[in-house]
C-alpha cells in the first residue's frame, strides 16, 4: 500500500476549490505555502521514520499474560496492543481503525486492550471495570462489550452504569457476577498494571498503541498501522 501524506483538512479544502487557477493568480503566494507545507510533513515523516526505526531495533515489551483478552490467533505475527479509554472520542476513532485493520489482515494481527481512563472522563474508570469483570465470565463477550461501548458513547456519557448494564445484558453475559466483580482485586490490579505500564511507555493520552512494539500515539489513519504492519511482515 502507498504511504500517505497527511496535510492539514484546509489544504485539501483548497485542493478542491472550483477554480484553482484563479485562486493562485490572485494569491500567489499559495504555491509558496503549499510547497512549505509539503516540505514540513516530508521533514515530519522523516523524523517519524529514524523514530520508528529505534522500536524496531529495540520494542517496546507490554506485558502480555495468558489470562489477557486477545481477539485474533495466537499464531499471529502481529500483536497490536491498545492502550484505550472508553469515553475518549479519540478511542473511538482508534476502535474502527482497529476493525479495519482486522478486515484487512485477517489472521495476520491479534489485537489487545489494556487500559488508561483519564481522570476527566466520569465513567472511563467503571467502564474499564466493567470490561475486566466481563473477560472474568468470556474473552469474547469482554471484545463484545469492547465493540458496544465505543458504538454508543454518547449512550454512555448519558446513561452512565445503567447503560454499561444494559450492555452486559445484552451481550449475555451476568450482570449479578459482574457487580461481584468489579471491585475484585483482580479487576483492580490488572487496571493498575496496565495504567503503570502506559505511564513507563510514556503514554499520557489515549488513544495509544503498539504494534509489535512500535509506538503509535493518537487516532492516526489506518495506513500510519499498515506502514509499520507491513514492515514487520516483510522482515519476518
Known sequence: ?????????????????????????????????????????????????????????????PQLAENQVFRGPASAKITIV????????????????????????????????????????????????????????????????????????DALKSGGEKFLEKVVTDIGADLAQVKKDLNSKSVKAKIDSDIAEANRFGFTGTPAFLVNGVPIKGAQPPQAFVDVIERHLSSN
Open 1 to 61: 500500500m502507498k504511504n500517505l501524506l497527511l496535510f492539514p483538512l484546509f489544504f485539501f479544502a483548497a485542493c478542491t476549490a472550483g477554480n484553482k487557477d484563479t485562486a493562485l493568480n490572485k494569491t500567489p503566494d499559495i504555491m509558496e505555502q503549499i510547497k512549505a507545507r509539503q516540505e514540513f510533513e516530508r521533514r515530519r515523516q522523516l523524523a517519524l521514520r529514524e523514530q520508528q526505526d529505534q522500536y524496531f531495533k529495540n520494542p517496546l515489551k
Open 82 to 153: 491498545e492502550y484505550t479509554d472508553f469515553e475518549c472520542p479519540f478511542c473511538s476513532r482508534g476502535a474502527e481503525t482497529m476493525k479495519v485493520l482486522r478486515t484487512n489482515f485477517g489472521s495476520k494481527v491479534r489485537f489487545t486492550v489494556k487500559h488508561l481512563p483519564l481522570s476527566f472522563h466520569r465513567y472511563a474508570m467503571l467502564s474499564a471495570q466493567y470490561y475486566e469483570a466481563v473477560a472474568l465470565q468470556s474473552k469474547d463477550k469482554a471484545g463484545e462489550f469492547h465493540d458496544r461501548v465505543f458504538e454508543a458513547q
